[in-house]
């Protein structure tokens, strides 16, 4: 029997409750690629990661994002990569969870991949605009509207060391005025960028309709704690970013979910706990050892399949080009970050685990 108007197909639910999981906040990671020795798909690991992160309490995953390595395109890897996050998703776990794809490339090919990550059942595109650099943003924000007419459209300011490129607080107070924008992540690591964005969504009047999330690997705490109070008609309008879409969140991923659960709790509370502030530098002393900060973010691939790989859910820390590896002395940062932070790792949580993740 065909739908009635008032019926809802399940496609449509499922999609309804994703973008919910979007528009409250949630944690979630930017998924990781598992390669073998001879840079070939690790499936069995792959589907471990994903396994990993569901049943840490992730609330949707990021997929064929900076973190995934954009050479995936390249190696014929997107679409298989879509696919094996999407079906864990599906029979891993019994709730619903919000599938982010990445789309790259100028227009036809984020159509293209767009139409890959809609068919394999992803809820809303990661819009990176790399392939823009340099062009007038007048042509970048019709790119993203017509992007944003096929499939809901998450924005995504990343700075240019990782493949971004930095855009106007005038672009943006455009993009927020684009009907089927739900979200954007913020990863300019700057505060002055950081806040361009949040005031331009206020400035649009999308701070109801679209969610704020921290991509800002180095301020992931106050981020997520601080309110931005603007001034809007001469009222005061207090946003709060409501989620992370980080690639730091692709390890120790059990306690990010525990400490955005406290995050949460505490956001809208009018003192906030000396301790937990403080957990704002340790977890940016973390990431600046995993990211590889020191060298201008040259092995923050490597360094999360590092911290992957001595738990466990990696065989090695492999990426598909081959000159991208750890960084000198960055093993040893990584060790002083785990040993300074346990309080900050998951490692009895993945011991526990990891067999079923990998059976």
């Not at 493949?163 to 927020?176: E, I």
């Not at 990584?334 to 932070?341: E, K, L, M, P």
Request: hydrophobic share 45%; aromatic share 6%; glycine share 6%.
């Amino acid at each position: 029997m065909p739908l009635q108007d008032s019926e809802t197909s399940p496609d449509e639910a499922t999609r309804a409750d994703a973008l919910r999981i979007i528009a409250q906040g949630a944690v979630i990671p930017a998924h990781p690629l598992a390669l073998t020795a001879d840079r070939t798909i690790d499936e069995r690991r792959q589907r471990a990661l994903s396994r990993y992160y569901l049943d840490a309490g992730a609330g949707g995953l990021a997929v064929g994002v900076h973190t995934t390595q954009f050479g995936i395109r390249a190696a014929g890897l997107y679409a298989d990569v879509l696919r094996l996050a999407a079906e864990e998703a599906t029979t891993w776990v019994d709730r619903p969870v919000a599938l982010i794809a990445g789309v790259t490339g100028r227009t036809s090919q984020a159509l293209a991949e767009a139409a890959t990550a809609r068919d394999a059942g992803y809820d809303a595109v990661l819009l990176n605009l790399a392939a823009w650099r340099g062009a007038p943003e007048a042509d970048i924000l019709a790119h993203c509207r017509t992007v944003a007419e096929v499939t809901p459209v998450i924005g995504f300011a990343l700075l240019p060391e990782v493949g971004g490129v930095h855009l106007s607080y005038d672009f943006w107070r455009a993009f927020a005025e684009l009907d089927n924008v739900v979200a954007i992540k913020m990863a300019p690591f700057n505060r002055y960028r950081t806040l361009d964005i949040v005031r331009a969504v206020v400035d649009a009047r999308a701070e109801k309709r679209i969610a704020l999330y921290t991509g800002n690997d180095d301020h992931i705490v106050l981020d997520l704690l601080q309110p931005f109070t603007l001034r809007r008609d001469g009222e005061d309008v207090t946003v709060q970013i409501v989620g992370g879409l980080l690639g730091h969140w692709s390890v120790w991923t059990r306690q990010a979910v525990q400490l955005f659960d406290r995050l949460r709790a505490t956001a809208s509370a009018d003192a906030v706990p000396r301790e937990l502030l403080a957990l704002d530098s340790q977890v940016t002393d973390a990431n600046r050892a995993v990211y590889d900060a020191v060298n201008d973010f040259a092995g923050c691939i490597p360094g999360v399949h590092e911290v992957l790989r001595r738990q466990g859910l990696l065989e090695g820390v492999w990426c598909l080009d081959e000159s991208e590896t750890l960084s000198p002395g960055q093993h040893e940062d990584i060790s002083r970050v785990i040993a300074a932070y346990p309080h900050l790792t998951d490692d009895d949580f993945v011991t526990e685990h990891r067999d079923a993740w990998l059976s």
